[in-house]
T-cell receptor, first 115, second 114 residues
Framework: AQTVTQSQPEMSVQEAETVTLSCTYD???????LFWYKQPPSRQMILVIR????KQQNATENRFSVNFQKAAKSFSLKISDSQLGDAAMYFC????????????WGAGTKLIIKP | EPEVTQTPSHQVTQMGQEVILRCVPI?????FYWYRQILGQKVEFLVS????????KSEIFDDQFSVERPDGSNFTLKIRSTKLEDSAMYFC????????????FGPGTRLTVL
């Protein structure tokens, strides 16, 4: 069974600094997708970034980028120039490529931005 | 990014009562999902729905749960006889086209069972 692990329950960073959130996963599949979702205090789930396993190039979205290490089954999220609005829970998720395509979630990392 | 709304934003109900949570995609989508998140816990998959039928469901999705898309637009999750442990955020997610499409989430419904 696939699992997703986020080992950092909480991280803090100074505003304008860079922070990296860790995620590891376990799977026997070769084709899959990985996602980072952000959940602010409103509790809405917002897509941050997506990575296809077949792509070697790391995905980037403005200040957000990932370090995807397929062999190590690692998928970390880097947030550059942290802003107060980045404060949220961040969830790593794995997309199963079978008949249901459900997302499997990590436990989340709470990111605190210090002004 | 596709838009999806959920109603109500917050539902308070008595244990044993039936609740219906609604998901309304703004544009045409083919794939629908329900997830729940008990406060402080992981997000959990409940059910996926495609072509007007359930394609997959988790162990959580027992006989007290049902889903339907009665009018071709709204996608509903019904809990027949709520329990205290059903208190959670319920998220609807949609995928626009292919089965490999990204899932986009609605704002969620906070269900409180008293």
């Amino acid at each position: 069974a696939q699992t997703v692990t986020q080992s950092q329950p909480e991280m803090s960073v100074q505003e304008a600094e860079t922070v990296t959130l860790s995620c590891t996963y376990d799977t026997s599949e070769s084709d899959y997708y990985l996602f980072w979702y952000k959940q602010p205090p409103s509790r809405q789930m917002i897509l941050v970034i997506r990575q296809e396993a077949y792509k070697q190039q790391n995905a980037t979205e403005n200040r957000f980028s990932v370090n995807f290490q397929k062999a190590a089954k690692s998928f970390s999220l880097k947030i550059s120039d942290s802003q107060l609005g980045d404060a949220a829970m961040y969830f790593c998720a794995y997309r199963v490529l079978d008949s249901n395509y459900q997302l499997i979630w990590g436990a989340g990392t709470k990111l605190i931005i210090k002004p | 990014e596709p838009e999806v709304t959920q109603t109500p934003s917050h539902q308070v109900t008595q244990m044993g009562q039936e609740v219906i949570l609604r998901c309304v995609p703004i544009s045409n989508h083919l794939y629908f999902y329900w997830y729940r998140q008990i406060l402080g816990q992981k997000v959990e998959f409940l059910v996926s729905f495609y072509n007007n039928e359930i394609s997959e469901k988790s162990e959580i999705f027992d006989d007290q749960f049902s889903v339907e898309r009665p009018d071709g637009s709204n996608f509903t999750l019904k809990i027949r006889s709520t329990k205290l442990e059903d208190s959670a955020m319920y998220f609807c997610a949609i995928a626009r086209q292919g089965i490999l499409d990204t899932q986009y989430f609605g704002p969620g419904t906070r269900l409180t069972v008293l």
